[in-house]
Structures are given as structure tokens and as C-alpha cells.
């Protein structure tokens, strides 16, 4: 008997699990970033400007070109024509402003935008980095406690759960203080909100995907790729055709399924509208879309290991809209 | 990670995941709950993610969480044998033979062996998910493989643990 006649133990994967599986990764495919955004004080009183218009960047070197050639090579290896068009859509001369209490600690940038039109794809990075690196080490909120072990009391049952905050640094995966490059200094977290609005609006663009990460150097890198066919009533549309109601599709839980796609259709096609209308009004003269991108910083106290307080910024920026 | 991507890579593993899922909880319709909802959790979360080559680690850990916090959601007054296997009605003599002796296996002896021997974790990887040091997996392993020879009386695995 060879090993893999282990598999014949188990019984042949039912066809109501793997539709349960594609009705749940449609569902993904359905849904638009969760997140709330929730703003903890108004602060817009001493505004910092900390780049003028045009500033080139500096950190370029891990723009977008590394992201999808190194850290993420999907594209290049299974969609070529929205990798070769991201790549030879890239702009780095993007003007922008950092401004809040969150400003006067971190350096934020847009470092290169791509808005490829052929392919309905608006992709952005940034990089954040610290203003005062002989105080602060900083890393993203999202290496805290990543493997969602975390929990505030123990649970006895579950011998994975931790009380102690673990933070995924290049030194290890651990207590903050035990992984950063040097724990004589102050720990603080940044967390980019992961909505992009369009203008001053409440409007946000229709986020595909984010990532972030702490480079082996220090700034934390972000990207976002926005999925433009999200304006597009016809995309919408097209994409509604022609469903069946899934195995194992719960009415008491969702309702009619066809009522159920009728609304989710009707509600994008009114964010659809929303968004082209905020875009409209935010594109200038020269054809330069204004967004803006809220993040908060939270200051770590290693003595206690818990997050402390938090300060928040705003970067605002302008992109080219394509012809 | 885009979402295409993740379909492809959770498709991937369907059948992994249910192995997993199932070995757990013991019935296709609290296996189908636990998966469903370790994807949108792995969805949601899936920034967390650093290296895509560990999409499988990583989704792996992310179920047999999921699976935990179910079964302690889980009427204690029902014990897992009043509970109807899965879909033992449709499977041969010979591997209801493989079925009872995989069942007798206590879940710390089961999983490495499914996540090692059947989906090919090297044995890093395997203590990686089940939070283990490396020793403590290969003395499972080795435990697993000990308890299955017994059951079956014959030899089942050949090879050495890599």
C-alpha cells in the first residue's frame, strides 16, 4: 500500500462542500473592502506641509516595479498584458501633501501611481518613512499579531492562544521588544486605513487588493490596485448574467437568491454612479484626479506591550487621468 | 494577492481542505461551515500574508483555527461518536478498514500525518501550522505511523520522514 491510499480513508469531497467552497469565493469575489473608517479627532488645525508639488521620490527603488517583479509575480506569470501595462503606465512625478499630527513623525509618499486605462486598473504605492529613525523604529499594523493567535484572556482550550502581542519583524516573530532592530527606541505601528477617497468626498475608490510590508530597511511599503470596472455599468452588469442559484444556498439566511443578486446589482450600480460623479468633480483642468488617503500611527508601549494611543494623517495627492 | 489568485490557490487545495475540515468535525455540513468561514477569514486577512510560496501553510493554520474555535462552540453534551461520519455509506470494505484506523488516531497524530504524508509539507512547514517545534512533530510522526502499522498490520508507510 503506497501512502497517498491514505486519501481512499476519507470519503470522495462531497459536491455540496466544493460548491459551499465556490459559493464562498464568489462571495469574496462580491464583496467590497470591510473596513470602516473611523476618524478619532479632528486635527486639522496645524497643518504641516512636508512636500511640494512635484517632489520627486526617493524610494522608487521599491515602487511598484520591485512589488510585481519580486514580491508579488502573479501577473507577470499569469496575466503579462496587466503586468507589461501596469509597468509601462508608471509615474513617479506625483505631486502630494502629508499633513496631521501623524505627519510630524512619519513621512509618507505616494511613490508611483499607474492608471492603466486598457486595463481598467489604477495601481498606487507608498512608503513611509520615520522623520526621527534615532528615536522610532517603525513597523505596519498588520505585523502585530498576524497569526490571530492573540486574544485578551487566555483560553484554556486552545493552546495556541496568547495573551502577549506578537510582532513579525525581520529579527523573528515575537514579544516587540524581543524582535526590533533596537529596543532602546519607541515602537510605532502605521496602519494606511485602506480606503482611498476621491476629493474631499466620502466617495472611495473601489479597492481590489492591498499589501504592506516592513522592507528589511525600514519603510514600510504599501499597494493598492484599484479595479476599475467597478465604474463601468455594463462590467457590472456582465458580471450579474446569467447565475444560478448555488448548492446549498440558505434562503432563511439570504433570502431569494435572485432578489438577493437584483439588490447587490442595484446597490454597484449606485456606488458605480456615486464614484463617477465624484470623479468628475474632482478632476481639474488639467485632467489630474485629487484623492486623498487617511492612515492613523499608533504609538506601542514595550512595557506593557499594548498599543497606547494613536495619531492620524492624510496624504492628498493628484494623479493623471488617461486620455 | 488578488483574487483570482486566491480562488485558484483555495481551489487548489479543495480537497486538502476538506480532509482537514473534516477530520475536525466530523460532518460535511460542519466541515463546508468551518471552510467557508476560514476563507473569508483568510480573505480578509490576507495581507498578513508575506510570502505568497506559504499560501498553503498559512491558509492550513488559518482552518485548523477555525476548526478549534467551532468544536468549542460546540454543544459539549454531544459527544464526536453520536455524531454520523461523513459519507461512510459510499465507501469500500477495504477503506473503511483505512477510515477506522485513521479514526482511532487522536487529532495530534492525525494531522501531521494528513498534512505530511498527503499534501507534502515538509515537516518544517507541518510544525510551522500546528505551532510544534520540529521535534515534536517528527515524534508524532513517528508515533502515527507506529499506531497505523499496528491497526493495519502491514506497512503502510514505506518511506522515511523527510
Known amino acids: 500500500m503506497k501512502r497517498n491510499d491514505l486519501d481512499r480513508a476519507f470519503p470522495e469531497t462531497p459536491q455540496a462542500f466544493s460548491e459551499r467552497i465556490d459559493q464562498t469565493l464568489r462571495r469574496i469575489k462580491e464583496e467590497k473592502p470591510v473596513k470602516k473608517i473611523t476618524l478619532k479627532a479632528v486635527l486639522v488645525a496645524a497643518l504641516i506641509t512636508l512636500l511640494a508639488a512635484g517632489a520627486a521620490y526617493a524610494l522608487v527603488s521599491l515602487g511598484q516595479e520591485w512589488y510585481f517583479n519580486t514580491r508579488f509575480t502573479a501577473y507577470q506569470e499569469h496575466e503579462p498584458e496587466k503586468h507589461k501595462a501596469i509597468m509601462d503606465n508608471l509615474i513617479t512625478d506625483i505631486t502630494q501633501k502629508n499633513t496631521g499630527e501623524a505627519a510630524k513623525l512619519v513621512d509618507i509618499q505616494v511613490q508611483d501611481a499607474s492608471w492603466a486605462k486598457e486595463q481598467k486598473v489604477l495601481t498606487l504605492s507608498y512608503a513611509a518613512i520615520l522623520q526621527n529613525p534615532d528615536e522610532y523604529e517603525m513597523y505596519a499594523l498588520w505585523e502585530l499579531d498576524q497569526d490571530g ?56 475608490m473601489p479597492m481590489w487588493m492591498s499589501d504592506i510590508l516592513t522592507s528589511p530597511d525600514g519603510p514600510v511599503i504599501c499597494l493598492q490596485e484599484f479595479d476599475l470596472k467597478q465604474l463601468e455599468d455594463a462590467e457590472i452588469r456582465k458580471d450579474y448574467e446569467g447565475r444560478t442559484e448555488p448548492v446549498g444556498w ?18 454597484l450600480l449606485k456606488r458605480a454612479a456615486d464614484m463617477r460623479a465624484a470623479i468628475t468633480a474632482n478632476t481639474d483642468k488639467e485632467g489630474f484626479l485629487h484623492l486623498r488617503m487617511p492612515y492613523e500611527l499608533w504609538f506601542y508601549d514595550l512595557e506593557k506591550n499594548d498599543l497606547d494611543r494613536s495619531v492620524t494623517g492624510e496624504i492628498t495627492f493628484k494623479v493623471k487621468s488617461p486620455e | 494577492m488578488d483574487e483570482q489568485y486566491f480562488t485558484a490557490e483555495v481551489k487548489a487545495r479543495e480537497r486538502s481542505l476538506y480532509r482537514i475540515a473534516i477530520s475536525y468535525m466530523h460532518s460535511d455540513a460542519d466541515a463546508a461551515d468551518a471552510v ?39 454543544s459539549r453534551a454531544v459527544a464526536l461518536a453520536d455524531i454520523p461520519d461523513a459519507g461512510v455509506q459510499d465507501m469500500a470494505e477495504h477503506n473503511l478498514v483505512l477510515k477506522e484506523a485513521l479514526d482511532t488516531l ?57
Not at chain 1, 166 to 193: C, E, N, Q, S
Not at chain 2, 37 to 59: C, S, V
Not at chain 2, 107 to 131: C, F, N, Q, S, T
Request: charged letters at 30%.
Open chain 1, 149 to 204: 493567535s492573540w486574544t485578551p484572556q487566555l483560553d484554556p482550550d486552545d493552546p495556541d492562544s496568547r495573551t502577549e502581542h506578537w510582532l513579525f519583524t525581520h529579527h523573528g516573530y515575537g514579544i516587540p521588544k524581543d524582535v526590533m532592530k533596537d529596543p532602546a527606541k519607541r515602537l510605532l505601528l502605521i496602519d494606511p486605513m485602506r480606503e482611498v477617497y476621491i476629493g474631499q468626498t466620502d466617495v472611495a
Open chain 1, 250 to 267: 440558505s434562503k432563511a439566511e439570504g433570502g431569494d437568491y435572485q432578489q438577493y443578486l437584483k439588490d447587490e446589482e442595484t446597490r
Open chain 2, 36 to 74: 467557508q468561514d476560514a476563507l473569508l477569514k483568510a480573505w480578509e486577512k490576507r495581507h498578513t500574508l508575506r510570502e505568497l510560496a506559504y499560501f498553503g501553510t498559512w491558509l492550513t493554520r488559518i482552518l485548523i483555527n477555525v476548526c478549534k474555535s467551532h468544536l468549542r462552540g460546540r
Open chain 2, 106 to 162: 487522536d487529532l495530534k497524530y492525525r494531522i501531521p500525518l494528513l498534512l505530511h504524508y498527503l499534501d507534502g509539507y515538509p515537516i518544517k512547514e507541518v510544525a510551522h501550522i500546528m505551532r510544534l517545534p520540529v521535534g515534536t512533530v517528527k515524534s508524532r510522526l513517528s508515533r502515527a505511523r507506529g499506531l497505523m502499522q499496528d491497526r493495519l498490520n502491514q506497512e503502510v508507510f514505506s518511506d522515511e520522514t523527510k
